[in-house]
């Protein structure tokens, strides 16, 4: 059994539009997706804005119901469970937000913001409280007198801090990252990544990174899934998918990156356009609209099946076959 295992899962959004709320479509925004992630992983999800990451992170987190599939986390399916049983299981699994003003209340403290879930769920009061949310700003890095601040009065850094004391304040197993250091100055993000990397070696935690950063990825994690259109086009360690990318998203995607001169791909691969609509998924395979290596007909008329490549390593793209 794995520690989180996802299966088929899909998330389908109804448009609608005008008084009568006519149907105009549906945004297939999760499709088929699936994949493991093993205890104590670092497991990444990396792809243009609009590849469907985030509604795939918060649909496994259930803030959104799946259309279709399965999410089985430490073996429960969490797609069965009712609301009180998924409430008391989500403890277990937190999200980090990307923008970490956003995600605080203004007019409350930090020492209410981030004692709101232990006084929620274990009733937690007075000395307690207190003590337990000065532990958490410890283990973030920050001091006790912050707990009396307002957001306002702290920097980005430290409200993505704080963000992730509230996080951890139920001691979770597994933390959903989204995109946690794109909204910080470049001068904070290394020494944000850092501190993850430090915090997941100390808690003990599992990682669900997302990010269409693939350094950022790099640094991070573990394995690394590579997104288009909803889909996960290829799936690989993460050393493998830098060595050796197969998929013509992820080659172009890599060459956009600054890496060291011996690694640097001769040619540098342009992503032309920009991603189609997930309301008008083009047929065949979902990239050859934007595809330097398409082979014909078959690209545009049938869409591929995951190729393992190693034991580690799977591709969906008909050059693979
Ligand atoms: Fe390109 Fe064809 Fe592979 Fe799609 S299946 S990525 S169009 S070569």
Do not use: W
């Not at 649909?59 to 399916?77: A, D, E, H, Q, Y």
């Not at 609301?83 to 999200?95: A, C, V, W």
Request: with cysteine; charged share 25%; proline share 6%.
């Amino acid at each position: 059994m794995k520690f989180l295992e996802v299966h088929e899962l899909s998330k389908h959004f109804a448009l609608k539009k005008g008084f009568l709320s006519r149907s105009k479509g549906t945004v297939k925004a999760v499709r088929s997706v699936s994949f493991q992630v093993e205890a104590g992983e670092s497991y990444g999800i990396v792809g243009e804005s609009g590849s469907g990451k985030t509604t795939l992170g918060r649909t496994i987190l259930r803030l959104i119901t799946p259309t279709s599939g399965k999410i089985f986390f430490n073996g429960v399916n969490l797609c069965e469970l009712d609301p009180e049983m998924l409430r008391r299981l989500r403890r277990d699994m937190q999200m980090i937000f990307q923008d970490p003003h956003s995600a605080l209340n203004p007019r409350k403290t930090i020492i209410k913001s981030v004692g709101e879930p232990l006084v929620i769920h274990e009733h937690m009061r007075g000395r307690a409280l207190r003590q337990r949310v000065q532990d958490l700003m410890e283990i973030v890095g920050l001091k006790k007198e912050h707990m009396y601040r307002f957001p306002h009065e702290l920097s980005g850094g430290q409200k993505q801090r704080v963000g992730i004391a509230r996080a951890l304040a139920l001691n979770p197993k597994m933390l959903i990252l989204d995109e946690p250091t794109s909204a910080l100055d470049v001068s904070v993000q290394a020494q944000t990544l850092n501190f993850l990397e430090a915090l997941q070696g100390k808690l003990a935690l599992t990682y669900l990174f997302i990010s269409h950063n693939l350094s950022v990825i790099r640094y991070v994690c573990d394995r690394v899934a590579v997104m288009y259109l909803g889909r996960i086009v290829e799936e690989a360690e993460v050393n493998e998918l830098f060595d050796m990318p197969l998929h013509p998203y992820t080659r172009a995607l890599l060459s956009s990156v600054p890496l060291p001169q011996a690694r640097q791909p001769d040619t540098k691969i342009l992503l032309e356009g920009d991603i189609p609509s997930p309301v008008n998924i083009p047929a065949g395979c979902c990239f050859h609209t934007r595809c330097s290596e398409k082979i014909g007909p078959i690209c545009t008329t049938q869409e591929p099946e995951a190729v393992s490549f190693s034991s580690n390593h799977r591709v969906l793209c008909h050059l693979r076959r």
